[in-house]
Antibody, heavy 116, light 110 residues
Framework: EVQLVESGGGLVQPGGSLRLSCAAS????????MSWVRQAPGKGLEWVAN????????YYVDSVKGRFTISRDNAKSSLFLQMNSLRADDTAVYYC?????????WGHGTLVTVSS | EIVLTQSPGTLSLSPGERATLSCRAS???????LAWYQQKPGQAPRLLIY???SRATGIPDRFSGSGSGTDFTLTISRLEPEDFAVYYC???????????FGPGTKVDIK
């Protein structure tokens, strides 16, 4: 069974940092692009970042460029999102997902709350 | 950036009725790179349709997608109780450099 499980969310103060992880199982992670997508409370879905199979290409939504870094460890079937200089408007549930242009498999999400 | 508009914002229907959801793009989406997702409260989104009209694995045939260019439609032929949810469209013509979602249509029980 294809499965993605996020972890690492929590409460952080504005300006702080957090590192999200996503553990994949049931498929060969190294064969796929992977994504992070977020959803602010009561709002819609927003794409955050994509990473190529070997990590050589990375793309970000403008609002997180220079603050967030997507990475992966194929040997450990894991995806990461390092989030620095966090702002209140980064508060959201963060989902990792398998990217095939469309997103065909999603994790359950992890909540990040940025507040003092 | 391609902007997606979904209508209506909310659709109030009864079980057994037909639901027609619209997704309109600000510019033509190449090769019908349009997907639909269903999201229930407290759950992750689930892929329903990709390539504008192809059903994802395990999706019942009461869900169908159509359209091309800038106008796309998700149809649920007969609503089941478990179909009341929020539906999002996504364009991935510019993937993997980025993609966008529509604001969603909520289908609720009348």
């Amino acid at each position: 069974e294809v499965q993605l499980v996020e972890s690492g969310g929590g409460l952080v103060q504005p300006g702080g940092s957090l590192r999200l992880s996503c553990a994949a199982s049931g498929f060969t992670v190294s064969r796929y692009w992977m994504s992070w997508v977020r959803q602010a409370p009561g709002k819609g879905l927003e794409w955050v970042a994509n990473i190529k199979q070997d990590g050589s290409e990375k793309y970000y939504v403008d609002s997180v460029k220079g603050r967030f870094t997507i990475s992966r460890d194929n040997a450990k079937s894991s995806l990461f999102l390092q989030m620095n200089s966090l702002r209140a408007d980064d508060t959201a549930v963060y989902y990792c997902a398998r990217l095939r242009g469309y997103l065909d498999c999603w994790g359950h999400g992890t909540l990040v709350t940025v507040s003092s | 950036e391609i902007v997606l508009t979904q209508s209506p914002g909310t659709l109030s229907l009864s079980p057994g009725e037909r639901a027609t959801l619209s997704c309109r793009a600000s510019q033509s989406i190449s090769s019908s790179y349009l997907a639909w997702y269903q999201q229930k409260p407290g759950q992750a989104p689930r892929l329903l349709i990709y390539g504008a009209s192809s059903r994802a694995t395990g999706i019942p045939d009461r869900f169908s997608g159509s359209g091309s260019g800038t106008d796309f439609t998700l149809t649920i032929s007969r609503l089941e109780p478990e179909d009341f949810a929020v539906y999002y469209c996504q364009q991935y013509g510019s993937s993997p450099t980025g993609f966008t979602f529509g604001p969603g249509t909520k289908v609720d029980i009348k």
